[in-house]
């Protein structure tokens, strides 16, 4: 490919990276609010965060996608950037996956922590603060880095917007050169390279944050050190 080319593909790369660090950080922010809901005592609460979790688990990301950026414009008289609003759909449909992770590892707490954490008095909010999420967060990497890998490859789908992502931008390469094999397997390759170093950086995080609770990280069986103690301490 001539350096024109490799350009054009290059700029696609930073914008695919600029969507899924907005995207992601979108995410990560709905997943933990609408997942820590999901455990709230109150059902109204429980029930909203539940409705929302469900209705943008079963929509497509690809037709959230349409509605943001070509149907609700109409509607409201408002205009998203391609970015913004490839982040907002994004965001929002794979936040509602990480909340049920969240759910999930906050649940699979320990009963006798949360016992403890009641016990001396401690608010909700300090229980969720110093008993439960240290112990969950660690559990929640794993998982989250399978979606962080899903939502790079679901980053492609604001092409259909015209933006010019890695996916757009082989799209145009290929119409210059009339060949789909080479652009293809450099798209390919690029995608899995980046895929590869978010698995790295999961997997340092995961065990940074193992090591805070004295759990390795593929230690199944050792139970966590009791938050409760240290945070008397």
């Known amino acids: 490919m001539t350096s024109g080319l490799w350009e054009l593909v290059l700029k696609g790369v930073w914008v695919t990276i600029q969507l899924l660090v907005c995207s992601a950080l979108l995410a990560a922010a709905v997943s933990f609010v609408v997942g820590v809901a999901r455990t709230h005592r109150l059902w109204i609460v429980r029930f909203l965060a539940g409705f929302y979790t469900e209705v943008f688990r079963g929509t497509s990301a690809l037709v959230m996608i349409f509605w943001v950026f070509f149907v609700l414009p109409p509607a409201f008289g408002w205009q998203l950037v391609p970015l913004w609003a490839g982040t907002l759909a994004l965001g929002l449909t794979y936040g ?14 320990d009963p006798a922590q949360k016992e403890g954490g009641i016990a001396l008095s401690f608010t ?33 789908l604001v092409s259909i917007m015209g933006m010019g992502d890695l996916a757009f931008s082989g799209n145009l390469v290929r119409l210059a050169l009339q060949e789909s094999a080479e652009i293809y397997m450099y798209i390919l390759l690029i995608y899995f390279v980046i895929a590869f170093l978010l698995t790295r950086v999961m997997r340092g995080l995961e065990k ?13 069986t050792k139970a966590p050190e009791p938050v409760v103690v240290e945070a008397v301490r």
Do not use: C, H
């Not at 509602?96 to 707490?109: F, K, T, W």
């Not at 229980?127 to 890998?149: G, K, Y």
């Open 124 to 156: 909700p909010w300090q229980r969720m603060r110093l008993i439960l999420l240290p112990q969950a967060v660690p559990e929640m990497i794993p998982p989250f880095s399978n979606l962080l890998i899903e939502l790079l490859k679901g980053t492609a």
């Open 96 to 109: 509602a996956y990480g909340s049920e992770i969240v759910r999930g590892a906050l649940n699979a707490v």
């Open 208 to 220: 940074k944050l193992k090591a805070g609770v004295g759990k390795k990280p593929d230690d199944k």
